[in-house]
């Protein structure tokens, strides 16, 4: 996000404390939510809609169909869900779960809510739609084995570094042949690049690792077992970039981000931990942006 106003400020803030929370706290979170009437517990999400309030006020864009949708979206998660928990008490994955993470996924990468916000703010759209997400599989799914902590050990740097030194030849050589990426010299100082790797990590590797590993592989894990899992997960990751850096489909971004994708579900389902895959996920990310 470029050009945060004071506004956006506040609003990021809010955003990212249901994110803060649950990765340090998910399972008390949780509990202590489970105490509270269904009827509550499926109204607070409704309250997601308020950073939507704040920006859109401020640039004089606020349109109540967005608002009607901020409110009622997570509610209605946390609702599916709250039903779920009843019908799939084993945690096997159920149709609801399908719905709703098929819902998300095209929601940003159809970007069918971006024109809600300010072109230079809409990641804060799909930081809103982590929180929903996060509110209804961890604090009313309580969904297991996702690994969402921010509590970092040294097995995840382990983890995701192993991956990384076993998926950057594969990818070097592939990349280089088929014209994908172009080795360039793009150094910014020390600070700057270790405030980007820090960003790519918390903005961009942690929610799309929490997506397609600790919900989508986790649950598919319960279906079909951990290779198909890997492999279905993997590939829905890589068709999920289709439209990335290009208008047309992008066939080779497909093919290399599938790949990334098989050593970057290796690396969360040895622990079951995001982290780790988040590691990889932004070691790849950071090196593609200094160096190609």
Do not use: C
């Not at 967005?66 to 709250?82: D, E, M, S, V």
């Amino acid at each position: 996000m470029q050009n945060l106003t004071p506004v956006a400020i506040v609003a990021l803030g809010i955003e990212l404390l249901p994110a803060v929370g649950f990765g340090f706290a998910a399972q008390r979170i949780g509990r202590a939510l489970q105490r509270w009437p269904f009827v509550l517990r499926v109204a607070v999400p409704a309250a997601l809609v308020l950073p939507y309030v704040l920006v859109s006020f401020s640039q004089h864009m606020f349109q109540w169909k967005w608002f009607g949708l901020y409110a009622a979206l997570p509610a209605a998660i946390a609702w599916l869900l709250g039903q779920a928990v009843t019908a799939d008490g084993e945690q096997r994955g159920n149709w609801r779960d399908a719905i709703i993470l098929l819902g998300l996924g095209l929601a940003v990468d159809l970007r069918w809510f971006d024109s809600a916000w300010p072109v230079r703010l809409r990641a804060l759209n799909e930081l809103l739609l982590v929180d929903a997400g996060l509110y209804g599989f961890l604090a009313v799914r309580q969904l297991s084995g996702t690994g969402f902590d921010f509590h970092l050990q040294w097995s995840d740097w382990k983890t995701g570094l192993r991956e990384l030194v076993f998926f950057t030849p594969l990818v070097l050589v592939l990349g280089l042949a088929l014209g994908f990426i172009h080795p360039h010299s793009n150094l910014p100082g020390l600070g700057s690049a270790a405030l980007r790797w820090v960003a790519i990590f918390f903005f961009t590797a942690v929610p799309e690792e929490l997506f397609f590993r600790a919900w989508v592989q986790n649950l598919l894990e319960r279906r079909v077992g951990r290779w198909a899992a890997l492999v279905i997960a993997s590939v829905v990751f890589g068709v999920s970039h289709f439209n990335k850096r290009s208008t047309h489909f992008n066939w080779r971004y497909v093919l290399l981000a599938t790949i990334a994708g098989i050593f970057y579900g290796r690396a969360w389902r040895e622990r079951g931990r995001v982290p780790a895959s988040a590691i990889t996920h932004t070691w790849v990310d950071w090196m593609w942006g200094l160096w190609f």
